[in-house]
């Protein structure tokens, strides 16, 4: 196995998690969503009681819980180079992107204590080596990482991309929304107090507006080669 470590930040709706998937299945490591352990976090919080009234109260009960060591999250990798995530034993990897979670994750990954407890479980299940995706991986997370990409695209094409995908999943969404919601999030997410979205002084910038998964495959393979002897395609 590669004991390479990759981080891949960025916009949201840029296709990191799409871009890491298939880096993993291509290079047989182990790929880790950063987002769906916020995700994981979020639903123990929901399902001991620990968010309903977002009051400090509550969360002290989730911050002793994590210090208590009581939140017990695995990873398991799937054929197709994703992640499965297990809390306490059960696979919530659906269960994870249901609305009530998607509502609650944005408060719960600004807390301090949530944020270091899940750097601290992507330190120890990426030591030995990922290709890891998020917000803050170049540049809090794996700030030694071995290569460190930014992605983005313009937000038109991002609104474009999500509206198809709401489309295919039989919603009509509005595009001037959409389009206002990634201007939104990218905003939010480029000023959290917190390890805000920014791109790593070493990151190579990927703009893939205009590429295919597999132009990207191609961009990539060319710098595995040059710079650590690694075949991708
Ligand atoms: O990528 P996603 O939608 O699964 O992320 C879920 C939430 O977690 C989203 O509000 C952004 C946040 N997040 C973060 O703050 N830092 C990361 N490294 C990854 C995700």
Request: charged share 25%; aromatic share 6%.
């Amino acid at each position: 196995m590669t004991r390479i470590i990759i981080a891949i930040d960025g916009y949201s709706s840029t296709g990191k998690g799409t871009f890491a998937v298939e880096i993993a299945r291509r290079l047989g490591i182990l790929y880790l969503d950063s987002g769906a352990l916020y995700r994981t976090v979020t639903l123990y919080a929901l399902r001991h009681g620990q968010i309903e009234w977002n009051g400090e109260i509550l969360y002290r009960q989730l911050q002793e819980d994590i210090l208590l060591g009581k939140i017990d999250i695995a990873v398991q990798p799937k054929e197709d180079g994703s992640m499965r995530v297990f809390l306490d034993g059960e696979d919530v990897s659906g269960k994870i992107r249901e609305l009530e979670v998607a509502r609650n994750v944005s408060a719960i990954a600004t807390l301090p204590f949530v944020r270091n407890f899940v750097d601290e479980q992507l330190h120890r299940l990426g030591a030995g080596g990922c290709v890891m995706d998020g917000r803050d991986i170049g540049t809090a997370v794996f700030p030694n990482a071995d290569l460190k990409i930014f992605m983005t695209a313009d937000a038109e094409i991002r609104a474009q991309r999500r509206v198809k995908q709401m489309e295919e999943a039989g919603q009509h969404p509005n595009f001037e929304e959409i389009l206002k919601n990634v201007q939104e999030r990218d905003y939010i997410d480029s000023h959290r107090a917190m390890n805000p979205l920014r791109q790593a002084e070493d990151a190579l910038v990927l703009d893939n507006s205009h590429m295919t998964v597999e132009d990207q495959m191609v961009w990539l393979d060319g710098i595995l080669r040059e710079r650590f002897n690694i075949k991708l395609l």
